[in-house]
Nanobody
Framework: QVQVVESGGGLVQAGGSLRLSCAAS????????MGWFRQAPGKEREFVAAVARYSTEYADSVRGRFTISGDSGKNTVFLQMNDLKAEDTAVYYC??????????????????WGQGTQVTVSS
């Protein structure tokens, strides 16, 4: 099975950028759909982006601002976040879905989760 660890969170001003990293170990991430989710205080965990074998999906709230990508040589998936807004403030989680053909937006479809990294956007 795969293990994932997030990094790259921090404090940024509105309009700024951050790049989150999700380092996979144990198995290659190419055998999984890799997703990013986020959870703000008092809210449910929500889908951000996912990359499957042949497709990539984004939440409407981040499409055009965030980009998910992977580096197979580093076994790492990235989330480039541009034009950040205060409402992007949340703990961001990386997750792996054993079904690599489905860029699912549902957290329950993901088998393996990281511990999360905090992103705070100041307005």
């Amino acid at each position: 099975q795969v293990q994932v660890v997030e990094s790259g969170g921090g404090l940024v001003q509105a309009g700024g950028s951050l790049r989150l990293s999700c380092a996979a170990s144990g198995r290659s991430f190419s055998g999984y759909t890799m997703g990013w989710f986020r959870q703000a205080p008092g809210k449910e965990r929500e889908f951000v982006a996912a990359v499957a074998r042949y497709s990539t999906e984004y939440a409407d709230s981040v499409r055009g601002r965030f980009t998910i990508s992977g580096d197979s040589g580093k076994n790492t998936v990235f989330l480039q976040m541009n034009d950040l807004k205060a409402e992007d403030t949340a703990v961001y989680y990386c997750a792996a879905n054993s079904n690599r053909n489905s860029a699912s937006p549902y957290p329950t479809d993901y088998n393996f989760w990281g511990q999360g990294t905090q992103v705070t956007v100041s307005s």
